[in-house]
C-alpha cells in the first residue's frame, strides 16, 4: 500500500503551490507532481533546456489546459451578484441607467483582475484556496452593496464599504503575486515585472481605502469615480504589461475560456429575467382570469424572438470563435479587452428584450382596462345624474384596483374616492350638454384623466415598471400625481427603446471585431463583404434609436414614431441577427469573389487544417508552425496535457511544408535514382 492510497482526500494538499516548472540535471523540465491527483500517475512533460539560450534565466510556468473546479465555482458568485443586481436595480431613468454600467465596470474588473491572476499562476494550496475565500468574500460584499447601490443617494455605510471591498481584493491580488515573485527570485528575468505587477495592486489598494475616508454622513461625494477609472486603468495595464513581459504572457493559458464561460453565464442570466418575465405574464392572464384560455399571437411571437434571440447570439459568439491559440500576443490582449464593453451591452440588450415581452400584456391589459372605462362612459345621457355616474365609474374601478394593486395603496384609493366625490358633484345638467359650461369640462377631463392613470399605474406596477419616484420641493405629491406618473412610466419605456437598440448595435459591432481579430486568414472578398454586411446591420439597428430622440413627439405619437411601442421592436433585433447567422454559414462561392486568391487557394486554408487534424503526429511537431508554440518557446511556458507546449526545436524535416493533395508542388526525385546514387556511392568506397 502507497502513502497515495492512505490519503483522504484525492489529491494531497500542499502549504504553497507552484506553477514554476523547474529545471533538472538531466537537461529537461518536467511539470511538477503536485498539480496532478494522485489516483493517476503523473504525466511529465519534458523540454529540452538546452534548445533556448538563456532558458534557465527565464522561469516556466505550467499551464493548465481547462479552468479549475475554484476558477469555475468562482464564477458563480459573479452570475449571483448580477442576478442580484439586475432583479433590484430598475433602469428607470438615465442615472439608475449610469449607475447600472458603473457597477457591472465594478464588477467585470474586479472578476477579469482575479482571473488574469488565476489563468497563469493559481496552483491548488492552502494559501491559494485561503486567498480564494477572500476573492468570496469580495463576491459576498458585492450581492451586499448591490441592493443599494445608487449614487445619486448615496448611503456612507454602503459606499464606505465597497470602498473597503475593492481594498481587501486588491491587497489580496498583491499578495498572490509577491508570492509569485518570491518563487521566481532566484531566476534572473521575469522578478521586475511580477514585483511591479504586485505593487500595482498594492497602490490600488491603498487608492481605494483612502477613497473610503471620503464619505461622510449628509454629504454626496463624487469620489466614486475613483473605483471606474481604477479598474479600468488596472485592467488596461495588467494586458500592457502581458506584451511587454513573457513572465506575465497569456498565450497558451485558458483565458479564452474563462471568457467564454463567462459569456454563457451572461447568456444564461438572459434566460432567467426571460423566464421570470414569463412567469409575469402567466400571473397576468391565466391565474387572473380563469376564464382565459391562450395568449395573444402577439404575446406568443414576441417570447419566440426573445428566446430566439439568445439562442442566436449564442450561436454567432462561439461560430465566430476561431482557434484562440492562433492570435498574437496583442491581438489577444485586444480580443480580451473588448469583452468588457461587449458584456455590458449583452447584459443591457437581454435586460431590455424582456422588458418588450412584458411591455406586449402591458399594452393590452391598459387597452382591455380603457376600453371598459369608455364604454361606461359612453352611456352617459341628459338623463344620469353624477352620482350615477360616480357610481358607475367606481364600479370600473374599485374592481380593477382589488386585481391590479396600486403601488401606493392608501394614497391611491384616497385619490380615487375624491375624484369620485368631485364627479358627484357635477351639475347634473352637464351630462346633457358637456360642451355649455366649459369650466366644468375642464374640471371633469381632468377627473376622468386621473381616474384613467390611476388604472394604468396599477397594471404598471403589476408588472414592475414603475415610475422613479419624483415630489415637489414641499416633499408632498402633486394634485394630478397619477397623470404624470403615468407620462413617467413612458418616458422610462422610451429610455429602454434607446439603449435597447444601442445595444443591440453595439453587441453585433463587437461580435464581428472580435471575429475579425480571432480569425487570421481567408480574407477573400466575399468574406470581407459579408463583414461590412454584419457591420452595416449593427449600425442600422444602432441608428434606430434616433426614433426616440424626441420624447414629446413620441409622447404625442406624431408622425414616425409609431415604432416605438409597437410589436415589431423585439422582432426586429432578432430578425436582424438571424440575417447574421444566416449570412455566416452561408457557403463559400467557388471562381469568382475570389481575389487575388487564385484556384483552391481559399480551400488551402482549410485544407491544411484538415490535413493537420488528420494527419497530425501526437501534438508535437504539427504544432511548430502554431504561432502560440513559437511564442511559447521564445517566452519559456509549457502547457498541460495534449495543449499548447513547448516541444524541442524542429529538425529539418519539421520545417518543410506537407502539400495538400492536389497541390502543385515541386518534384521529388524518384526512388531508383537514389538507389542508383547509393549504390555509386557504395563501389567508390569499396576502390
Known sequence: MSHHDLDYAGKRLQLLGSRIVEPEQSGHRVIPTSHHHHAHPPHEETEDVNSEKGSRDTPKFHKPHAATNFELFYDLWFVANLNVFTSVHDISDFSRFTSFIGYMVLLWTTWGLTTLYDVRFTADSIWERCCKAVHLGVMIGFAEIGTNFDPNDQIVSVFRAMSLFLAVSRFVLFLQYGMVTLQIRKYADGKRPMFFTAFLHLVAAAIYFGVSFRYNLGKSSRVFLVWYIGGVVEMSLHLSFSQMAHVLTFLGTHLGERLNLLTLVILGEGCIILAKSITLLVKDTFLKDSTYTIWSSTLIGLVTAGTALIYIIFQIYFDWMHDEHSMSKRHQVLWTSLHLPFHIALVLLLEASSIFVVWARVLESINAALLKFLSVEAKFSEDT???????????VIQPFLKKYQPLEVLETWESVNETLEDIAKIPNSFWGDPLADNSTLIDYESDRAELM?????????????????EEDESGSRTEFWQSEAAVASAKRFILVFIYAFACAGIVLLFLTIM?????RRG?????????????????????????????????????????????????????????????????????????????????????RKDHRDNHALPDTNR?????????????????????IFSPPLPHYDDHRVRPVAGETRRPRRSQDRRSREMNSQDRRYKR
Open 523 to 607: 480574407w477573400s472578398p466575399f468574406n470581407i463583404f459579408r463583414t461590412a454586411i454584419c457591420i452595416s446591420i449593427s449600425i442600422f439597428l444602432a441608428l434606430l434609436t434616433t426614433i426616440a430622440a424626441n420624447q414629446e413627439a413620441v409622447l404625442d405619437n406624431k408622425k414616425g414614431t409609431s415604432f416605438v411601442g409597437s410589436p415589431w421592436m423585439l422582432p426586429t433585433i432578432t430578425l436582424s441577427y438571424f440575417a447574421v447567422l444566416v449570412l455566416t454559414h452561408l457557403p463559400h462561392p467557388s471562381g469568382w469573389c475570389m481575389g487575388n486568391m487564385k484556384r483552391g487557394a481559399y480551400k488551402e486554408v482549410e485544407g
Open 515 to 519: 471575429h475579425i481579430i480571432s480569425k
Open 453 to 469: 392613470n390611476t388604472m394604468i399605474n396599477a397594471v404598471y406596477n403589476a408588472f414592475h415598471l414603475n415610475p422613479p419616484e
Open 385 to 395: 345624474t353624477s352620482e350615477e355616474a360616480s357610481e358607475a365609474l367606481a364600479n
Open 623 to 643: 504544432r511548430n508552425r502554431h504561432v502560440a508554440d513559437f511564442e511559447d518557446r521564445r517566452t519559456g511556458y509549457s502547457s498541460a496535457d495534449n495543449e
